[in-house]
């Protein structure tokens, strides 16, 4: 990228960030494993008959309209020949691990969203005379090179275009926003395309007018606080293509948290609390193997009903009622019908908290 | 109902099972104790429900057979606080207890024995017979690894296992685990695991009196029952699957250490004292031929001790809750204590050198 010494922003202070995200990331590891796969439609995913969900499919399988989220029975309505796999979460994990570390040769700043998405900070770099274009070209080289699978990658002065980048020319593809076109860039850009809009307040923002990010800019900042509260000064920010946030290396886990659908809805307040010590000592086994038995917070419990409609109560350890039975009491009294999914999960101290000594834990 | 005992043959059995009874009750007859009088022999019960502890006491002369429950509390300081040698005098009126002893008289309230819960039996029970000596000490050498009102309730208690020919108990609260194993003269048809709760297992133990006597014990599904001398102890089992402890015990340790069990526990002992009194770690240096400790609290204050011991391989750093070293180093007899380690991070063994009938695990703490 190179830097615009025109732009209002010292050069020194500009920000040169990369967001990578693999295409079809999952999908992408089985047809390299068995090349067949390439050509038919392919998802990875739960059994339709347990409610299972797709977690990544193929391109052929998106041509049939099958995305990632959708039940698997949904899926296999919309494309008959679809070949469903269960996922081998330790081989993703492995080939992750690997991506990462690639990252990792070119900043100190990288920041995994999920196991194939990450963002990494080129500003100091020096490789390739400090050219995050080609930093990005030559990771996506690599990634194609060693791991066999394909990376998308969008390169920009913040994380909120960089991201938007990425997904521009997908699949593998990549795109570079240089400071100097960030306003042509986000003029047209589509609500939807924000950070924190959903679909929610894109409905809202829609009847008041506001379809693109050049639409959001004609407002004042104080109009769009009026509207939007807090989240009209974010919407201020990035409608001019301003993020300011860092990318920052969390090694740590602030939460931890496991979850299951029921093969059957569960109908009452009863049925659900029976699931409960099924849940809790899969959590409890998590934690310990994790060693993060010592540092938990507090607790939370996540509810999803039968109509996809999902809350989540979460409590501090000291409150009295912060044990499951309650949260899961809690939750159940704001839907009050038939539900789908439980997780139970918990929140953990930050750093800060946990430079105390830290008793480990027996694991069995 | 009416007798006469005295304070020595009462206050011994009438202690034991007041410790039973809870202070704060629910149920306003489970803060009473149960007295029954039959022909020369009064029997007393105390329970909370989970646990239930039946003694006996011979009277001095036969009894006006009856039964009646009174605080048990009460009862107790009133008869601790008559004078040695006293003949204390039960008479129930009409709803009242009146006890009379010397120039001494108290009046009592009460509650119909009818209205005192019974601990239901198990059918179908294993028997089982040690001599108190095994039982006290499975219990004194693992009891103290019991967890405390964890959320994992079935930790609040202990493991009782009995296999062909052997009988172990095993604590853990998650953070160290301790286990002991004696022979025995059992042949269940397969093995039996049961979990006794943490209060059964103290109150049990305060039972055993005379080492060499034997001791009954019948597991039932769910229920316990121990017949120690003139006792007899009952106590729901925890429902729970307690952890499977040959998987907590460490197989893999590479280093092993053995140093005299009196001078480690002396020099811990004096570390713990400049250690962080919440967390109460210490930071232990193996050296070949040398183990240092080092403790240090918030106010920097500073704790470094050094004992000479055999070790001799590489130099290894690794950091300790000092309580839980200290709690096995206490319980265990012999003079060399045996520490078998691996890496900082990973659980070690602690065992007598020579005797291996007991066995502790303890994670180590992150400084």
Not at chain 2, 153 to 166: K, P, W
Not at chain 2, 221 to 232: E, M, P
């Amino acid at each position: 990228m190179s830097v615009d010494n025109d732009s209002a922003v010292p050069a020194q202070h500009q920000r040169k960030i990369i967001h990578f995200d693999c295409d079809c990331f999952y999908a992408a590891v089985e047809m390299r494993d068995h090349p067949p796969y390439r050509d038919i439609p392919l998802a990875i995913g739960g059994r339709p008959d347990k409610r299972g969900v797709i977690a990544t499919c193929n391109y052929p399988a998106r041509t049939f309209g099958v995305r990632s989220a959708m039940p698997s029975s949904h899926a296999l309505r919309l494309c008959p020949n679809l070949t469903l796999i269960p996922g081998n979460m330790t081989k993703y994990r492995d080939v992750s691990r690997a991506f990462m570390a690639i990252l990792a040769q070119f900043s100190d700043h990288v920041e995994p969203l999920s196991l194939d998405e990450a963002f990494i900070d080129v500003s100091s770099s020096d490789a390739f005379q400090g050219s995050a274009t080609r930093i990005a070209s030559h990771i996506r080289e690599r990634v194609r090179n060693e791991l066999g699978i394909t990376v998308s990658a969008g390169v920009a002065p913040n994380k909120f275009l960089a991201k938007i980048a990425s997904d521009w020319h997908k699949p593998d593809g990549m795109k570079v926003i240089p400071p100097h076109e960030v306003e042509s860039f986000v003029l047209p850009l589509p609500v939807e395309k924000i950070w924190g809009v959903g679909k929610v307040t894109a409905a809202r923002m829609h009847e008041l007018g506001l379809y693109t990010c050049a639409d959001v800019q004609g407002w004042s900042q104080q109009q769009l606080q009026e509207r939007f509260g807090r989240f009209g000064q974010q919407l201020f920010r990035l409608s001019r293509g301003e993020d300011q946030r860092p990318v920052e290396a969390r090694e740590e886990r602030l939460s931890l948290s496991v979850e299951h659908t029921y093969d059957q809805d569960l109908r009452d307040l009863a049925s659900c609390l029976a699931q409960l010590p099924r849940l809790e000592e899969e959590l409890q086994q998590r934690l310990a193997r994790r060693q993060l038995l010592e540092q938990i917070q507090g607790r939370v419990v996540k509810m999803k009903f039968h109509d996809f409609q999902q809350t989540t109560v979460e409590r501090h350890l000291q409150r009295p009622d912060s044990d499951y039975a309650s949260l899961l009491t809690a939750a159940w009294q704001r839907g009050q019908r038939p539900v789908r999914l439980i997780g139970v999960g918990v929140r953990l101290k930050t750093a800060a908290t946990t430079q105390q000594p830290q008793q480990l834990s027996l694991v069995w | 109902m009416k007798f006469v005992i005295s304070r020595e043959a009462l206050l011994k059995p009438l202690q034991l099972v007041a410790g039973v009874v809870e202070r704060r009750q629910t149920l306003p007859v489970l803060s009473n104790v149960l007295l029954v009088a039959e022909g020369d022999h009064l029997s007393l019960t105390g329970t909370d429900l989970e646990v239930e502890l039946v003694g006996r006491a011979k009277l001095e002369q036969p009894s006006v057979a009856g039964s009646i429950t009174v605080p048990a509390r009460k009862l107790m300081d009133i008869c601790k606080s008559l004078p040695d040698g006293s003949m204390i005098e039960f008479d129930v009126q009409e709803q009242k207890l009146v006890l009379r002893s010397g120039r001494s008289r108290f009046t009592l309230s009460t509650l119909p024995a009818s209205e005192f819960p019974s601990v239901e039996d198990s059918p179908q029970a294993f028997e089982l017979t040690l001599a108190q000596q095994q039982l006290k000490r499975l219990i004194d050498r693992t009891s103290f690894a019991m967890a405390q009102q964890d959320v994992r309730y079935y930790l609040n208690g202990m493991l009782l296992e009995v296999v062909q020919g052997r009988v172990r108990m095993v604590a853990t609260d998650g953070h160290r685990l301790a286990t002991c194993a004696c022979d025995a003269e059992v042949n269940p048809a397969e093995k039996i695991q049961v979990i006794i709760p943490r209060k059964g297992v103290l109150e049990l133990v305060r039972l055993i009196s005379d080492p060499e006597a034997p001791l009954r014990m019948l597991i039932g599904s769910n229920h316990i029952r121990a017949h120690v001398g003139d006792f007899v102890f009952t106590s729901k089992l925890v429902d729970g699957r307690f952890p499977d402890y040959e998987r907590v015990v460490p197989r893999n340790g590479n280093k092993t250490l053995l140093a005299d069990r009196q001078e480690l526990r002396t020099v811990l002992q004096r570390a713990a004292i400049l250690s962080n009194e919440k967390y109460r770690g210490v930071r232990l240096l193996l050296n070949p031929g040398q183990l240092q400790v080092f403790a240090n609290n918030p106010e920097q204050e500073e704790a470094e001790e050094s004992l000479l011991v055999d070790y001799d391989s590489e130099n290894m750093e690794i950091g300790f809750n000092v309580t839980y070293l200290l709690d096995v180093l206490n319980v265990v007899g012999e003079e060399q204590v045996k520490i078998i380690l691996s890496d900082p991070n990973s659980s070690v063994l602690v065992q007598e050198a020579e005797d291996t009938d007991s066995l502790y695990v303890v994670m180590p703490m992150r400084l």
